[in-house]
């Protein structure tokens, strides 16, 4: 037979310094002006490709 022994959870809740809420702030602005930057050199390398296919005459 198993013996299952008892487990406690202790939550405490804790107020944050404002050091760590800056520093949570500009992580997450960093990542949004990655995220940023990605979708605009893909958007433009995909401009300028089919920019370059209209000038051969090979567009859709």
């Known amino acids: 037979m198993l ?4 487990m406690q959870i202790i939550h405490r809740e804790t ?3 404002l050091s760590s809420l ?5 992580s ?3 990542g ?7 979708f ?3 958007a433009y390398r995909a401009e300028r490709s089919f920019k ?4 051969l ?3 859709l």
């Open 3 to 6: 013996d299952i022994s008892p």
């Open 15 to 17: 107020r944050s310094s």
């Open 22 to 26: 800056i520093t949570s702030i500009v």
């Open 28 to 30: 997450i602005t960093g």
């Open 32 to 38: 949004i002006f990655t995220v940023a930057g990605l």
């Open 40 to 42: 605009d050199r893909v």
């Open 52 to 55: 370059r296919k209209v000038e």
């Open 57 to 59: 005459g090979k567009a």
